[in-house]
């Protein structure tokens, strides 16, 4: 069974998640979850304080694609996408002018390394629920669980091995699903602002019996 992510959103600005043509996608900052997700694992965003102070539902998505060795940012497929922000020049990734989030200096956060690039994979979904603005946190109400873990989630990287925190998960994004079809429910909460890092305030994983 696949791995359960959820953090905390500081910035929901159309660049993490990125929306276009009916796929999500997560290609700049959160590189551990990039690294680590694979297909049919679920990502859970939140609300950081800074940004909503209910801890709102941002997104619920179903990981379907991944993109690795910075692939994403040569395929012409995915060129149009506003977080498609590098270009690659000879052997070396490059922020493109103009593109409207990050910059430069996030590079190495972004990708990695020259000349390997080991953080440069790019999540996709076709399976998701983004609610935006119009997120709501009435989760709390019937998930205590998930609120408890929400509300106490700090700085860093966790891992959890707690099956009921896990089963109000999935049970949570089976509800959604169930009241929800459409994909894209509300607006994002700012426009974009660049040089802005997408940062997590933190995140959590829930994997199977043997952890990561």
Known sequence: MGRIYFY???VDDGGAPCLRDGVLSLAICKPMIRTRAELGDLIFGFAADSLHDDN???YIARVTGKVSNGD???DPRFTQRADCIYAKRRDEFRWRTGALYHGPRHRTRDLGQ???????HVLLSDDFRYFGANGSADYKSRYPLIKD???HLGQGHRVYHNESL???LQTFKQQVWSEVRRKVVGEQATGPRRGACHRNRACGV???ADGL
Not at 114 to 120: D, E, M, Q, V, W
């Open 72 to 74: 994403y940012y040569t």
């Open 56 to 58: 709102r539902l941002i």
């Open 149 to 151: 873990a929400v509300e």
């Open 114 to 120: 020259h000349p390997t690039y080991r953080r440069a």
């Open 166 to 168: 896990r089963t109000q």
């Open 206 to 208: 829930l994997g199977g």
């Open 8 to 10: 905390k959103l500081t």
